[in-house]
């Protein structure tokens, strides 16, 4: 994550005591994260979502950094069942993707 202090935005805006940090590149893994970084007004920092990512829109249209391998559509048990056998037979339920492919 990139960030920068409000003195090397605006010369003299910062004093020594207090600085300010503003964010400038982040990727969120959940999508509530993604609905509270937009709701700082900060959704422009974002560079990456979770597939599971669609509000606020605009976000749907970023790189998404992870899959999952389950259904979209399965209920409750269905998703219960999947995680279950999965995890007996050692399977992944979904992946992360990193950044690199963000850049």
Not at 37 to 56: N, Y
Not at 65 to 79: G, Q, Y
């Amino acid at each position: 994550m990139s960030r920068k202090t409000a003195e090397h935005l605006v010369p003299g805006a910062a004093s020594p005591k207090c600085s300010m940090t503003i964010l400038t590149a982040a990727v969120s893994l959940l999508p509530s994260a993604t609905e509270i970084i937009c709701s700082l007004w900060l959704c422009e920092s974002l560079v990456g979502v979770t597939d599971e990512c669609d509000s606020p829109a605009g976000v749907e249209s970023l790189p998404k950094v992870t899959r999952t391998l389950i259904p979209r559509d399965a209920t409750s048990a269905e998703i219960d069942a999947l995680v279950r056998e999965r995890l007996k037979t050692e399977q992944e339920c979904g992946s992360f993707f990193g950044t690199s492919h963000l850049y």
